[in-house]
């Protein structure tokens, strides 16, 4: 049995047709050609199937157009009115194309860079790149890849859809199932967070998708919930954001480590404890994520309060290290037939 087409590609299937067709297209027309309209079961289905879509598109923006033959006022038709659909010229500046560009770092999880990449090649080419790049130079915003679960879930907020996963939780490392209707993706502290209602404790959650273990499903089906209004999303933004504050008191090299500068709080200097050495005190929430970003830095950060934090870079390093000496193990270049057990 085919696999049944995906709604996204279904209503990118039908623009395409409305946009190339050299006058209309009727009902029966798009079921036989379009793909993705012949996995309606019934006429009925399809019927629904093709005034959602038609909906959708409209409230995307997208001009489909009702024409009637002439002198036939109930043989009717639909196309895009290329004129209405058409964006206007765009004329980028210098500084405007570098801002897209550094907006686009953002963007860079595995799931979506081949999208962002071709984009800004477009506006690239119709903007005056000649001082774009110079102007972004140095600056890249440090938010690491959302993994597996970015692009499921960008799909289930835009789609109103609940979503499973299981999940790691930062304060008591306790691992289970989540469901959640999911809101809004957003990026905090050089991560990616999901904010939306945990179903399970009817309230509004925020997640950290570097705490996401596995697959996540999709639970039921789409438009299944409603937004909330946005003061309950940025409510919950805020709740994560204050959480259960704590305090590290880190040695930075000169120069090193801009980002924790940046949002830490310069301290006096100590040669004792960090010779050579900036002292800063950083707030944060959960010592499993401060470790993760700090071993992100290398030698240019070491933890010199509080012992946890510290035992858990350790930690981090050391198992990066096994995971290191176990690759070089494996390279066919280190591998011999001598004093082996065959």
């Known amino acids: 049995m085919p696999e049944q087409i995906p709604p996204a590609e279904r209503l990118l299937n039908l623009v395409i047709a409305l946009v190339h067709t050299p006058g209309r297209m009727t009902k029966e027309q798009i079921r036989r050609t379009v793909a993705g309209y012949a996995d309606a079961a019934s006429d009925d289905a399809f019927e629904r199937m093709f005034e959602r879509d038609k909906d959708t598109l409209r409230d995307l923006g997208i001009p489909v157009s009702t024409v009637t033959a002439v002198g036939h006022g109930d043989d009717i038709g639909y196309r895009i ?19 897209l560009s550094l907006a686009a770092e953002f963007w860079q999880d595995r799931s979506v860079r081949t999208e962002t990449s071709r984009a800004l090649t477009k506006l690239r080419a119709v903007g005056d790149d000649g001082e774009a790049t110079e102007l972004v130079s140095g600056l890249a915003p440090a938010v690491r890849a959302g993994g597996d679960a970015f692009r499921p879930l960008l799909d289930a907020v835009q789609d109103r859809q609940r979503v499973r996963f299981t999940y790691r939780a930062a304060n008591t490392g306790e691992v289970r199932e989540r469901v959640v209707e999911p809101w809004r993706l957003v990026a905090r502290r050089g991560g990616w967070i999901l904010v939306g209602r945990d179903v399970d404790r009817a309230a509004s959650r925020s997640f950290r998708l570097s705490r996401i273990e596995g697959r996540v499903r999709t639970d039921g089906p789409a438009g299944s919930f409603d937004l909330p209004e946005p003061e309950l999303v940025e409510s919950a933004l805020r709740t994560w954001e ?100 065959g």
């Open 81 to 99: 009115d290329q004129d209405a659909y058409a964006l206007p010229p765009i004329d980028l500046t210098s500084g405007e194309l570098a801002a």
């Open 242 to 341: 204050v959480g259960q504050q704590r305090a590290a008191v880190l040695a930075l090299r000169p120069e090193r480590a801009e980002v924790l500068r940046a949002r830490g709080e310069a301290l006096p200097p100590d040669p004792t404890r960090a010779p050579d050495r900036d002292l800063f005190r950083v707030h944060y929430r959960s010592t499993w994520e401060l470790a993760e970003e700090v071993v992100t830095y290398g030698d240019a950060v070491l933890v010199v309060d509080p012992p946890e934090l510290r035992a858990e870079v350790i930690r981090l390093l050391r198992t990066a290290a096994a995971l290191g000496q176990a690759d070089i193990g494996d390279h066919p270049d280190n591998n011999s037939s001598e004093g082996t057990d």
